[in-house]
């Protein structure tokens, strides 16, 4: 890589240089206001419905508008609903009202028929062939459906790998679904840690332990983007090395769909699953997704099946043999909520139309803004007065939107008089607070504002401390 190609993978450089071009200072809200203004994606903003400071709980009315749209940067939690979430679902339960059970054929998203919906849109964001890929369930019952299948323990290889620390849902799936098969998860789960003193996992420690202990390790099933510390995980490579060795590789997603490239089929990933609540935008618990290789079509899978699991064709001819279908599909269970596919509709439009590699041109300067400022006005040394540091990787090939930050002062206190002056993030316990600014639809302003409100929550919490 000569140097113009690394400077051009280091936010900081590009944002300097946009500066100079612009004749602006970088750290002045001039810069935020023409990078708003030079952004082509600025419009999505206005396809989403943002909470009002006046209607969050932890605003103080002393502090803020009440009227002003909230800082919203937790779209790493509950992305904000796309404003035509509420016609495409009154669509749907308006249909409900009129036709009763003849809506399963009636367009738009016949009911019976809604799970057809979204297959190349969710195809584009995790990099699959459309016949890939489904909505069903939610991403806690997906990934057991497919350890289920693909966890198949021999007296050589059982275990399971994931990161340490992995979100709580996934540990318990993994882990029961060893005790289920009769061994004791904790020596049937194997856990990669960070190294001391080292806040986020290293890939050659990933790696090693692939290496040391393929043999005996079924499934590699680790999260794409780890949700406490934003880290991404180097999934081609991942999933690479452990084929090589014989494992299964699936990869939950709920941090990554919508919010980093993913190419699972170029990746030659057996399974995935995710939510599509976080970055994809279509509301709390809404219907989840997931993914089966193709070449598993071949293969004898053997799962768990509903009358869903037939083919579309025979479906509703009631047999008594399932008639089953290829692939992914096969995994269906129930037949589809068409309120919840409607959502997903919602959203996944937006998607379409703003287009990955727009969304991830725009995530490498807005995060990157964020990361600068942050380091610029906060790193400080000395522990007595308010500090942060920033855990998640610099190296933008490891991240995606999401900052974690840990302070030098107690959290909660920080959480508190932000969310008093309209800001909307996240805290997760034991200590980091996660900042992601969503490139569909926040601004380079609202990463300016953030900066100069936790500069003012600094300063009180600097008077209060003394
Ligand atoms: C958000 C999230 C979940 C949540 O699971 P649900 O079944 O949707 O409640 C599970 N795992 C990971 C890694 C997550 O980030």
């Not at 994606?41 to 009002?52: G, Q, S, V």
């Not at 318990?172 to 960070?194: K, W």
């Amino acid at each position: 890589m000569d140097s113009t190609q690394k400077d051009s993978r280091c936010p900081k450089k590009v944002l300097t240089s946009l500066a100079y071009y612009h004749g602006v200072d970088l750290l002045s809200e001039e810069f935020a206001k023409i990078m708003d203004e030079n952004d082509p994606l600025r419009h999505f903003r206005e396809r989403f419905a943002f909470p009002k400071n006046g209607t969050l709980r932890g605003s103080d009315s002393n502090l803020v508008d009440e009227k002003s749209d909230c800082i919203y940067l937790c779209g790493n939690s509950l992305g904000l609903k796309p404003k035509k979430a509420d016609e495409y679902m009154q669509a749907q339960l308006d249909k409900w009202a009129n036709m009763g059970v003849e809506m399963h054929f009636e367009e738009p998203l016949p009911a019976a028929l809604c799970d057809r919906y979204g297959r190349e849109e969710l195809g584009h964001l995790v990099g699959a062939d459309p016949s890939c890929v489904t909505l069903m369930n939610g991403l806690s019952v997906n990934l057991h459906l497919l350890l289920l299948s693909f966890y198949q323990p021999t007296n050589i290889r059982y275990k399971i790998l994931l990161e340490a620390h992995a979100f709580p849902s996934d540990r318990y799936a993994v882990r029961s679904q060893a005790e289920l098969r009769g061994y004791n998860p904790d020596e049937a789960v194997i856990e990669v840690s960070t190294r001391p003193g080292e806040q986020t996992l290293r890939t050659e420690d990933i790696l090693k332990v692939i290496e040391d202990e393929g043999e005996s390790i079924a499934v590699v099933c680790m999260s794409g983007v780890q949700y406490y510390t934003g880290q991404k995980f180097d999934m081609e490579l991942i999933t690479k090395a452990a084929q090589e060795r014989g494992c299964i590789v699936g990869w939950d997603l709920a941090h990554a769909i919508g919010n980093v490239e993913l190419q699972l089929d170029k990746w030659n990933v057996d399974f995935a699953c995710w939510c599509s609540y976080k970055y994809m935008n279509s509301g709390p618990g809404c219907i989840a997704g997931a993914y089966v290789n193709k070449r598993h079509n071949e293969r004898e899978v053997s799962h768990l099946k509903g009358w869903w699991s037939n083919k579309e064709v025979t479906r509703f001819q009631m047999k008594d043999e399932c008639d089953t279908a290829v692939g992914v599909d096969a995994f269906r269970l129930c037949n589809p909520p068409p309120f919840l596919v409607a959502l997903v509709k919602a959203s996944l439009e937006i998607f379409e139309e703003a287009g990955m590699t727009n969304l991830l041109k725009k995530q490498f300067l807005l995060t990157g803004y964020l990361e600068h400022l942050i380091n610029t006005y906060f790193h400080s040394g000395q522990l007595k007065a308010p500090s942060c540091i920033i855990i998640t990787p610099d190296d933008v090939s490891q991240r995606g939107c999401q900052l974690s930050l840990i302070f030098s002062y107690p959290l909660q206190e920080i959480h508190k008089e932000l969310q008093k002056r309209g800001v909307v993030c996240d805290v997760r316990l034991p200590n980091a607070m996660r900042v992601a600014p969503a490139p569909l639809y926040n601004s380079f302003r609202d990463v300016y504002r953030f900066i100069r409100i936790l500069q003012e929550v600094f300063s009180i919490c600097k008077s209060e401390g003394a």
